[in-house]
């Protein structure tokens, strides 16, 4: 039977009262918010104020509450409340993929010590079911890839840029105006936010843990007309795409824009939507769209959780117990283009086989192989300079192309 | 902690041999198939001889063996074995959509009488978690559509008709040669196959039983040049898509050729790939791709129903429990285009609302509002005459081009 659940609340933004509409919106739905806990005294509220709180401890110290939903921004406040209340004994369910990510061994660690649930789902891709089809569905499965569009702030911005033709700095304002970006949107456009998402599902799909240090992200914020002029010439979609793969008992995590054509599902995945390739040794391709952003998705992807509580469910982090063997690793190669200015630019990046290379009044491009811990190590030097680097998506093309397969094989390619 | 798990296998044809080679390729798994069934004594074998039998009671009576995997063709004698099993305590994985949508109710209700797990996610969809998903994530949610490409064969056929310009018979034989098609296809092409998944479906979305022959399905025999012509004309795929829908707590469910364009997700799932959209009152359109058939894909999901046996899963038909007031209806009217013969075949199928009609030498078609009631009574006079009726997947169009609203509500379509 379903297990009576009283839930304590903090933060009464977007997603918060989202959740509160689904949840007397749902049909056989047994769980209660007893409390709410918000910062801002004199903020109107649309509920009665008796149900809000300004002080953590009225919540956290209520032995009445056992579930603690954690849907604020900052993320080191929501550390130490999903901490204690952890150690309080009660089941959590967080949106906060930064705090996840952030501390993902330690709160793995201390949910299982103190035996109680801590879900997630709402921070990876609103309501797409990823983590829980990982943990549940794929458990056994050997996977090889897991590829997506994880954040829709840049893929608004993206779409706007290919299909409207806008620059990156109009396609920005737009997104602003239209709410989906933030008014500091560093976080997005940077791709911390996607590298956050790839770092909790690196955990569910090869059980690795990864530091947000050791992975790269690159994001849009370098991007400029030549580039978008380029992409669309070529026939390319420019997206934002984590990838999480494996070679040989190692994984390596990265979050760089990509061109991609049409046969990669992602291309279809427009706007604030997000998009999810997951490739298993025998289940093959397997493709998850949904909405990426929102109060009503991601409200619906906590009730999901809430859900779960009410039955026990708790991750099993198998890939976690059955790969310890699984370790990390920036040494691979990917096939880029990157906009430079100059030579030193391609000596700064280390760039190997070059397949193409352009050289004009407005700009200069080449298409090549660079080491991804180059371009980790040279992050700072890349957006100094504004040289724009996107993964090239279609790796087998070389190959059809009749290229040297071996150049591929020297330098570990996948393709 | 995981439970030990003993195998019987029932069948050992291409998922079967998927299957074994599945498990014996997943690391961390420790279940174990102790003995196969099978029915041909002279047919050689790629296992040691030792592990068949040819009496089903060696392993229905055996006490040591909890988990029956059952993967033979027939359902009739598979309907058998499960009841056999259920009713000694074995918990069931099956993959047989044609037994569990036949028999959907009964075998509910055993399985919560002898408290055993019945599991048969590898019936819909290959390897798309589509039953998991219902259960365990939009378990709350609700739902108002589902929708999607549940067969493979027929896909294959549609995508050649489409993109080869291959005539429907040519088609059928390419897939025949390629092994996507049985050598008697009609359980595929006349819409049978994907018609007992969406009931499967409707289970776990709406809370309903229904039974097969209260569904309409209407395959894609009928399909000829014109009408690919027509669709390619239109910048329209055709896909066979069964629809589950809800409105004012009536379900409707229904298996019909479709016209769709390029906004639906559908339209990019090609060839033996299938694909499923889950509407959602919250979280929006969910959209789900994967390989529908072939002996990996399969044995993955079977795979993933017996690792999930060893967690104590069982479905809990949270939607069945909620609804009970849901029911079923036929009496919904869609937009079709349907190419006949005289206008007494119009009259045959009750068309309402006609929005397009064309006559010519080499055929006539209109597009117009039909019910599914007529559609399921005509049902052998749309074969014998060779009709074709597929809807129409633009349902908005009609009103962004200015078209009375209240011919819609009228006829009770929901558009």
């Known amino acids: 039977m379903a297990k009576k659940l009283n839930?304590?609340?903090?933060?009464?933004?977007?997603?918060?009262?989202?959740?509160?509409?689904v949840l007397n919106n749902s049909k056989g739905f047994t769980a209660n918010i007893t409390k709410i806990a918000v910062k801002d005294k004199n903020k109107p509220r649309t509920l009665d104020k008796s149900i809000f709180t300004f002080d953590k401890y009225e919540i956290l110290d209520n032995p009445e509450i056992n579930v603690i939903v954690e849907l604020i921004d900052d993320a080191d406040e929501a550390f130490e409340i999903v901490k204690y209340a952890i150690r309080k004994g009660k089941h959590v369910v967080t949106a906060n993929k930064k705090l996840v990510a952030t501390h993902l061994k330690e709160l793995q660690q201390l949910q299982e010590e103190h035996n109680?649930?801590?879900?997630?789902?709402?921070?990876?891709?609103?309501?797409?079911?990823?983590?829980?089809?990982?943990?549940?569905?794929?458990?056994?499965?050997?996977?090889?890839?897991?590829?997506?569009i994880f954040n829709g702030t840049t893929n608004y911005i993206l779409t706007k840029t290919i299909s409207e033709k806008l620059s990156y700095a109009s396609a920005l304002k737009q997104a602003q105006e239209k709410g989906f970006a933030e008014s500091d949107p560093t976080s997005d456009v940077e791709g911390f936010d996607p590298k956050?998402?790839?770092?909790?599902?690196?955990?569910?799909?090869?059980g690795v843990f990864a530091k947000p240090e050791e992975v790269l992200n690159i994001g849009i914020t370098t991007l400029d007309d030549n580039d978008i002029k380029y992409a669309?010439?070529?026939?390319?979609?420019?997206?934002?795409?984590?990838?999480?793969?494996?070679?040989?008992?190692?994984?390596?995590?990265?979050?760089?824009?990509?061109?991609?054509?049409?046969?990669?599902?992602?291309?279809?995945?427009?706007?604030?939507?997000?998009?999810?390739?997951?490739?298993?040794?025998?289940?093959?391709?397997?493709?998850?769209?949904?909405?990426?952003?929102?109060?009503?998705?991601?409200?619906?992807?906590v009730l999901s959780d809430i859900s779960a509580l009410s039955y026990d469910y708790k991750y099993a982090f198998k890939k976690l117990k059955q790969s310890q063997a699984n370790n990390i690793t920036n040494d691979v190669f990917i096939k880029a283009y990157i906009r430079y200015n100059s030579v030193v630019d391609l000596q700064a990046l280390e760039t190997q086989h070059i397949f193409e290379q352009y050289k004009g009044e407005s700009y200069n491009y080449v298409v090549a192989l660079v080491n991804v811990k180059s371009l980790l190590k040279q992050k700072d030097y890349i957006l100094k300079n504004r040289l724009f680097v996107s993964e090239v998506g279609d790796e087998n093309e070389a190959a059809k192309q009749g290229l040297d397969e071996s150049v591929f094989e020297s330098v570990n390619l996948e393709y």
Do not use: M
């Not at 956050?196 to 090869?206: C, G, N, P």
């Not at 991609?260 to 289940?283: C, R």
């Open 7 to 21: 839930i304590g609340l903090f933060g009464f933004g977007c997603v918060g009262q989202g959740l509160y509409h």
């Open 116 to 148: 109680v649930s801590l879900l997630y789902e709402a921070s990876v891709c609103g309501s797409i079911p990823i983590i829980r089809t990982l943990e549940e569905y794929f458990d056994n499965e050997q996977l090889n890839k897991i590829s997506g």
């Open 196 to 206: 956050y998402k790839a770092i909790i599902l690196a955990l569910h799909s090869f």
């Open 232 to 301: 669309s010439e070529k026939g390319y979609k420019i997206k934002l795409v984590p990838t999480i793969r494996q070679n040989k008992n190692k994984i390596s995590i990265f979050v760089l824009p990509k061109f991609i054509k049409q046969e990669n599902p992602l291309y279809f995945v427009d706007n604030e939507f997000n998009g999810v390739i997951v490739e298993g040794e025998f289940s093959g391709e397997q493709f998850l769209k949904g909405k990426g952003a929102g109060g009503h998705p991601t409200g619906a992807a």
